[in-house]
């Protein structure tokens, strides 16, 4: 079996503002694998545009998705930070894997259904194809880790699925032209922490996303302290005081989802901060909750205000970024073309 030297590679989409479940799902991890890996994060511009997007917000977004992903504490000296369309690897892949996957995989991404709602006909097409691109993201890197929130499970799979069959379906390409007995790694999904799924502030029952109506469902990375504290006042709970084991929380999704965002905005567990809060009313733990997440997160909506005052800064970032993940993508997508028989030497 070929050994995949391990390398990080994950997004986020430039839509609108960042926020608390972006950056507890997802950002945590990303911070933290750098210690251990080489990582490759992307501001995914052309997935953004599944969906439509006005061109002067867009360009707006990538940058102040850059900045938050600075500001949060990626290091562009270590990691390769940059946007996804200035790589076109990106694109050129995700075209060869519209051609390995199967429609049936992707009439089962639930995903989709859930964001072409009952207007599927009108969605479009690249809405449907959005995961070959993701695997591509993925794979013109040969990226092994991954880590997401737990709403990309599927998608991960997907990216592994296409993987699988195009090692398959080209094995003794890969074999006859020297690229090993495998040319993709199946990447690995890395769902972890105490926060993989932040439920929305205002129900719940649902994720906490940026296409919520309700700015109050969610507490965006450029909220101020007193909009943080405001949000968290005003978040759905019910009467009951917090149980002091966590197997109080069934059947209490709000309660649930503001212990589970405070024991990783403070770097611990559910069941730590029932041992600190069980028998509490809401009425003192969110106060808590609330110093907490101003302490966490005010920082980083200043350090956004700061790089965003500069933007040839962030732009920098990006062009450096984008050079660096060309210099590994281009040589995996030349590989590519010679597997499939689309670039040979006479
Ligand atoms: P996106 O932009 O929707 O979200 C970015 C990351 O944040 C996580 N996330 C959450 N985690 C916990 N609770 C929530 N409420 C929550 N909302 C979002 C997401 O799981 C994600 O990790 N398709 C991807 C972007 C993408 C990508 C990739 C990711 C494109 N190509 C390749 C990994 C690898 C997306 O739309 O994420």
Known sequence: ?????????????????????????????????QETHECVYCVVDLHAITVFQDPDQLANNIREVTAAYLACGLDPKRSIIFNQSQVHEHAELAWVFNCVARMGWLNR???????AGKDRENASTGLF?????MAADILVYKGTHVPVGEDQKQH???????AQKFNNDFAASIAAHGHGDQFFP????????????????????????KSDASEMSRIALT??????AQKIRKAKTDPEPLPSETKGLEGRPEAENLVGIFAALGGTTPDAVLKDHGGAQFSAFKPALAELAVARLSPIAAEMRRLLAEPGHVDAVLADGAERARAIAAPIMRDVKDVVGLLRAG
């Not at 194809?129 to 691109?133: M, T």
């Not at 991960?156 to 296409?162: A, F, G, P, Y």
């Not at 922490?193 to 996303?209: E, I, Y």
């Not at 909220?223 to 943080?228: F, K, N, V």
């Open 186 to 209: 199946l990447p690995e999904p890395m769902i972890t922490g105490p926060a993989t799924r932040v439920m929305s502030l205002r129900d719940g029952t649902k994720k906490m996303s």
């Open 1 to 33: 079996m070929t050994k995949f030297p391990e390398r990080v590679f994950s997004g986020m989409q430039p839509t609108d503002t960042l926020h608390l479940g972006n950056y507890l799902g997802a950002m945590v991890n990303w911070i933290a694998m």
């Open 129 to 133: 194809v959005y995961p070959n691109l």
């Open 109 to 115: 991404m639930t995903q989709f259904k859930e964001k």
């Open 156 to 162: 991960l799979e997907l990216s592994r699925d296409i």
């Open 223 to 228: 909220d101020d302290s007193d909009q943080i």
